[in-house]
């Protein structure tokens, strides 16, 4: 089991930046790969980023925040980190964190991101 509580959302507004963290307890050696994704009102879930574990890390993007959001993980930390730079007002939704371990999926609680002005 990998419990995951995500933190770091808010209010921003268009062109501003955020760092949503997500805490990761548990059976976490196991990890093979951390996604974020987000759901806004009236949509489906849609998968943001994704990270596998291991050295290198290598690492994939929705189109619609490439080159905005940066994943990375910290291993060490049991730590996952989205950064999202020039936010936009389409980007507005919960954002969760999910650990893929042994064939099974585990999701935080979700945050939620809104920008506006």
């Known amino acids: 089991q990998v419990q995951l509580v995500e933190s770091g959302g808010g209010l921003v507004q268009p062109g501003g930046s955020l760092r949503l963290s997500c805490a990761a307890s548990?059976?976490?050696?196991?990890?093979?790969?951390m996604d974020w994704y987000r759901q806004a009102p009236g949509k489906q879930r849609e998968m943001v980023a994704t990270?596998?574990?291991?050295?290198?890390?290598?690492?994939g993007y929705a189109d619609s925040v490439k080159g905005r959001f940066t994943i990375s993980r910290d291993e060490a930390k049991n730590m996952a980190y989205l950064e999202m730079n020039n936010l936009k007002p389409e980007d507005t939704a919960v954002y969760y964190c999910?650990?893929?371990?042994?064939?099974?999926?585990?999701w935080g609680q979700g945050t939620q991101v809104t920008v506006s002005s």
């Open positions: 999910n650990a893929a371990l042994h064939g099974l999926v585990f």
């Open positions: 548990g059976m976490t050696s196991g990890i093979n790969a």
């Open positions: 990270i596998i574990s291991g050295s290198g890390g290598s690492t």
